[in-house]
């Protein structure tokens, strides 16, 4: 209390003179229609320049709840669209789609190592298995290779083994994209015959050959072409979709019958 009193007696001067200076803004505003005015516009503005970065804050820390609601709008969309040749697409019963699609996200991306992997935010228990396709809105990204619980590991296309059947847009046919590990940009497709007529900018996408990736899934474009050694096929540098150093939004599908396709395969190699 002591330094309450200190502090008035030693700055009394400057408290009486802001007292003072209050009483005349207020004596001001009160009897002056331009003041009064200027006073309450300004009011006005301060409280909502307040208000809207309230409003800021308050959307800001919003965004993962909207994101998780666009995440599986898209996701519902998309796993509509990848069954449209299979079903009719006005069919919102999804018990009957060849491929189930699940949301997830990125946490962990490598890009430069000869065997790349990636890891998202779902597991088993979001049934997630192994041998599920993993694309993004632009394109295929890879195949799940394990789970955990609450994640998974994808091989990532950019991966010395990996080995996806892809083909020309609006033909039939079809090779094997690999990586070469050379650059991140661009992967190869091997195994498309000579006869057929290429030109740079055609686009690949997944084949019908594949279990995993439903037919027609965007990969990229073809870049440059050559023979290879024997001239019979073409070596194809496909620039991707994707850009592989930045991956977030991401989504796993499932081929609800692949079990039973397995199955009836394994049941004919058998036999002979």
Do not use: C
């Not at 030693?10 to 505003?29: H, M, Q």
């Not at 990586?179 to 940009?185: G, S, T």
């Not at 496909?238 to 989504?251: A, E, G, I, K, P």
């Amino acid at each position: 209390m002591q330094r309450i009193i200190n502090f008035i007696l030693r700055n009394k001067t400057s408290l009486l003179y802001l007292f003072l200076l209050l009483i005349g803004l207020v004596l001001t505003i009160q009897n002056n229609t331009y003041h009064r005015t200027r006073y309450f516009n300004s009011a006005n503005w301060l409280s909502g320049s307040v208000y809207s970065a309230s409003a800021s804050v308050t959307d800001y820390f919003g965004l993962y709840s909207e994101n998780q609601k666009l995440a599986e709008e898209n996701r519902r969309l998309r796993q509509l669209l990848i069954n449209t040749p299979a079903v009719d697409s006005t069919a919102l019963d999804t018990a009957g789609l060849t491929y189930e699609v699940f949301a997830a996200q990125v946490i962990k991306n490598s890009y430069s190592q000869a065997n790349n992997y990636i890891t998202i935010n779902k597991g088993a228990r979001d049934s997630i298995q192994q041998d599920m396709g993993v694309i993004t809105p632009l394109g295929i990204l890879g195949i799940v290779e394990r789970s955990s619980a609450n994640f998974a590991s994808v091989q990532s296309i950019l991966n010395t083994r990996s080995n996806i059947n892809a083909k020309i847009a609006g033909t039939d046919y079809f090779g094997s994209l690999t990586w070469n590990r050379k650059d991140f940009r661009f992967a190869q497709l091997e195994d498309i015959p000579r006869l057929v007529p290429l030109r740079a900018g055609d686009t690949i996408v997944t084949g019908a050959m594949s279990s995993i990736f439903p037919e027609g899934i965007p990969i990229g474009t073809i870049h440059s072409f050559d023979l290879n050694e024997s001239n019979s096929f073409y070596h194809i540098e496909v620039r991707l979709f994707n850009d592989m150093t930045n991956l977030r939004q991401v989504y796993v599908i499932r081929n609800r019958f692949r079990p039973e396709l397995l199955q009836l395969e394994s049941e004919i190699s058998d036999e002979q």
